[in-house]
């Protein structure tokens, strides 16, 4: 495994301006120059956010990496190629149509690379085994430790790589780091090994699947180290993040971290929005993993003072409860991290998108985790994660107790006869409570939770969530998207 150090000291601009452009170029200048990294020939890859079909700031900004491409041909690369792995199921070639991705960066002289062989998936004249042997060939096996991860060639090659990344908050980690960034250089396959095991008590307690997160994220880093890492905290979502939610809020900092050492401009800008590092596990861990830590009083500053520009952040919540989902109530257990990140997205889904929709279904329980709470009531409770569904199996929420209804008709004529009312025991009948909702996995897919909350509603009941799945199925359930199942089994 590489260990990150350095003789000099790492150096690290904090760049100020009027717009993204000028800030990057200003960043740029004051570490020396785009030639101080790029040489006449190279070969460069730009690594940037690339998660959803959406815009900014859900992806990178669009004139950050203009700009950054320009400067990197007026350094004299020979070739740039601009790249990243998508949120799992969504393929590059559908983000890059809908975008106009791929004509936008050739029209700059640069290219997208698509890492997942997508510009592949309608070629009908290419069968499986061939798809296959194209997989194999773009990607190099690296292992570390007992850990297989498959990274692009076209990354491996590159003469020089650089790390542009969006400034987002996010749920498990506060905020989206460079080394968050860089992790998504691999399938999604294996950008997470830990798998939740309901009848391991320890996984949950000590949140294995974050432990194991964590470490390959750091592994990750270690295989190929960027020369160039621009944190772009210009625009910042705060609130919910990283994708845009009614809860989101896009703030204006007019700030870049630029440098040549990742951990540096991560610790840097850690420091700028006030978080306290020795609560940052990929910073803690990396220690672990032979990476070097400097002290920020180690890294050189370069343009704005850090004093002069720190500034609070509102981060995500912390507990789902805090998530104030319409006619919802929330019931937790103990839960990893897994599962926790998923039902976050799912549960900002359905408050940004699902407001009406829910406007009409009242008493819903969101029952979560491994031993949750009881619900209150027993209609339309949703049952998140294996956890949740298998320690729930005694619950008394799944079985409907009911008692015969009284012989009023009888009565009433024994009554008229003057007759004693009948004195039979009152029947108690039980039988399964059919109001729930399963979302299996471990932990469970956002976009199958979706499906299957659509399928229980009903479509008439909830018109918004089928109105956002009829336009977006040709990406979700599209040609492509099952063409990617059949890239990822290979």
């Not at 819903?364 to 729930?392: Q, R």
Request: proline fraction near 5%; hydrophobic fraction near 35%; glycine fraction near 6%.
């Amino acid at each position: 495994m590489l260990t990150q150090s350095k003789s000099k000291k790492p150096e690290v601009a904090i760049s100020k301006g009027d717009t993204p452009k000028d800030c990057l170029l200003k960043g740029i200048d004051n570490l020396g120059g785009i030639s101080k990294f790029i040489d006449h020939g190279d070969q460069v890859f730009i690594k940037f956010n690339l998660c959803f079909p959406g815009g900014f700031p859900i992806n990178t900004n669009f004139d950050v990496l203009e700009t950054l491409i320009n400067s990197c041909k007026k350094a004299g690369a020979k070739k740039v190629y601009l790249g990243s792995f998508p949120f799992p199921g969504v393929p590059i070639n559908v983000i890059s149509d809908l975008l106009s991705l791929n004509g936008y960066f050739k029209t700059l002289g640069a290219e997208l690379a698509f890492l997942d062989n997508s510009d592949n998936f309608e070629n009908k004249k290419i069968n499986q085994e061939q798809l296959k042997k194209i997989k194999y060939n773009s990607l190099t096996k690296i292992q570390i430790k007992n850990n297989e991860f498959f990274i692009p060639n076209i990354i491996l090659n590159s003469d020089k790589f650089i790390s542009v990344n969006q400034i987002n908050v996010n749920p498990l980690f506060k905020f989206n780091s460079s080394l968050l960034n860089i992790s998504t250089i691999i399938p999604p396959k294996y950008q997470e090994n830990g798998k939740n095991r309901v009848e391991d008590n320890n996984f949950i307690s000590s949140d294995q699947y974050k432990k194991d997160l964590v470490s390959n994220i750091l592994d990750i880093f270690t295989i190929k180290k960027p020369n160039l890492i621009i944190n772009d905290m210009f625009y910042i979502l705060e609130g919910a993040g990283p994708f845009i939610y009614k809860d989101s809020s896009l703030k204006k900092r007019g700030l870049m971290m630029i440098g040549d050492d990742l951990i540096s401009v991560d610790l840097i800008t850690l420091s700028a929005l006030n978080l306290d590092i020795n609560e940052f596990e990929l910073i803690q861990q990396a220690q672990n993993k032979n990476i070097t830590i400097p002290k920020i009083s180690n890294i050189r500053i370069l343009g704005e003072k850090l004093e002069d520009i720190r500034a609070d952040i509102e981060l995500c919540v912390s507990k789902l409860e805090d998530i104030r989902v319409k006619n919802f109530s929330i019931n937790s257990g103990r839960y990893c991290s897994g599962c926790f990140k998923q039902a976050y997205h799912l549960l900002n889904f359905m408050k940004t998108y699902m407001g009406k929709d829910l406007k009409y279904n009242p008493s819903n329980s969101f029952v979560f985790g491994n031993n949750p709470a009881e619900p209150e009531k027993t209609e339309n409770i949703v049952l998140f994660g294996d956890c949740a569904i298998e320690s729930t199996k005694n619950y008394n929420f799944r079985k409907i107790i009911t008692e015969d209804k009284k012989d009023l008709i009888g009565d009433a004529k024994r009554k008229l006869k003057k007759e004693t009312k009948s004195k039979k025991p009152t029947k108690v009948k039980e039988k399964p409570n059919k109001k729930i909702l399963n979302l299996p996995g471990c932990p469970p897919n956002v976009f199958n939770c979706l499906e299957r909350i659509l399928e229980y509603y009903g479509k008439k009941n909830v018109p918004n969530l089928n109105l956002l799945k009829n336009i977006n199925k040709f990406w979700i359930n599209g040609e492509s998207t099952n063409k990617l199942k059949i890239w990822e089994a290979l």
